[in-house]
């Protein structure tokens, strides 16, 4: 019989973390769905129309906190799929390096693209 590997810590804090992120992405995926899809068609949607919605304090919030929370749950899931295959060492601590590198990146070009969205200046 095959054992299972996981390279979380059941009831640890970053599987906590792993799945509640996975909850959050599921209702504000759904959310953006139905907004786009069923709220405003397709062909009513615009750049001038995403800007405004972006300049709503709750809208922008929500996006930005998405930003977060798919940038961790994606590196995350990415990390803990390379150790489960068995990744280890010096390896592993570059790759994890690397990947928050990336997640550091990807966050501050995010919010910087919000911003501009937002009508917040770029400093």
Do not use: C
């Not at 059941?10 to 786009?36: C, D, I, P, S």
């Amino acid at each position: 019989m095959a054992q299972r590997y996981s390279s979380f810590d059941k009831g640890g804090r970053m599987w906590l973390l792993q799945r509640v992120t996975a909850a959050f992405l599921l209702v504000v995926l759904a959310f953006h769905f139905f907004l786009l899809h069923f709220v405003h068609h397709a062909d009513e949607v615009s750049f001038l129309m995403s800007a405004g919605r972006m300049e709503t304090m709750s809208y922008y919030s929500l996006m930005v906190l998405f930003l977060l929370t798919a940038t961790f749950h994606g590196v995350n899931g990415v990390y803990n799929a390379l150790v489960n295959q068995g990744l280890t060492g010096t390896k592993r601590t570059v790759i994890k390096w690397t990947l928050v590198a990336a997640s550091v990146v990807l966050i501050v070009q995010g919010i910087r693209t919000a911003n501009a969205w937002a009508g917040i200046p770029l400093y």
